[in-house]
């Protein structure tokens, strides 16, 4: 869950791009936070790919993850959850 200024930074780009996080309380609009230890709707960001050339080495790192989000599966039994 995003709290720090600097992942709050994810909520206010990804926002601006057009495509909120799904799941967000906060972008595109504030709704009630969901209660402490309520990990029914999580956040929904996953990076497929992430890529990188180590600063010191120089070496190019490539991670591709075989992980789906729930509701990429499917929203509306990820959107029903209470």
Known sequence: MPA????HQLRVHMNALGVPILGDPLYPEVT?????GDF??????????????????GVEHRFDSGR???????????????
């Open 4 to 7: 720090t200024g600097q992942t």
């Open 32 to 36: 009630a936070p969901a209660p402490a």
């Open 40 to 57: 029914r709707r999580p956040l929904q960001l996953l990076a497929r790919t992430l890529e990188f050339t180590d600063p010191v080495t």
């Open 68 to 82: 789906r989000l729930a509701a990429w599966a499917s929203y509306e039994e990820w959107a029903a959850v209470q």
